[in-house]
């Protein structure tokens, strides 16, 4: 059982940076991918960015390209979000999911029900 906390979210004004922090613990394995995904209310939950934790590539949601960055910690399990430039529209809460692949994708339903963390908040406003 894996189990996965994020960290980071915050009320930051429009053209603001946030970084976020995602721990992955428990049955992680050797290769593995994890993705950020982003939800507002009243709308579905969508892919940000992903990592995959074997050869370290990454994608990116086309509104985000340019603005965020996702990499690898030096401890095994953590991946962060670096968001700058951040817009309104980046608002919402943002979760970490994890998937027992090689590659990484940005489909919701590409990660098990059970991977996912509780999510932290990102308010960009002014």
């Known amino acids: 059982q894996v189990q996965l906390v994020e960290s980071g979210g915050d009320l930051v004004q429009p053209g603001g940076s946030l970084r976020l922090s995602c721990v992955a613990t428990?049955?992680?394995?050797?290769?593995?991918?994890i993705g950020w995904f982003r939800q507002y209310p009243g709308k579905e939950r969508e892919g940000v960015s992903c990592?995959?934790?074997?050869?370290?590539?990454?994608h990116y949601k086309d509104s985000v390209k340019g603005r965020f960055a996702i990499s690898r910690g030096h401890t095994t399990g953590t991946v962060y979000l670096q968001m700058n430039n951040l817009k309104p529209e980046d608002s919402g809460v943002y979760y970490c999911?994890?998937?027992?692949?090689?590659?990484?994708?940005?489909?919701?339903?590409?990660?098990?029900?059970?991977?996912w963390g509780k999510g932290t908040l990102v308010t960009v406003s002014s």
């Open positions: 990592i995959a934790y074997y050869d370290g590539s990454t």
């Open positions: 999911a994890t998937a027992p692949t090689l590659g990484c994708d940005l489909a919701p339903h590409y990660y098990p029900t059970a991977n």
């Open positions: 428990g049955s992680t394995q050797d290769y593995y991918a």
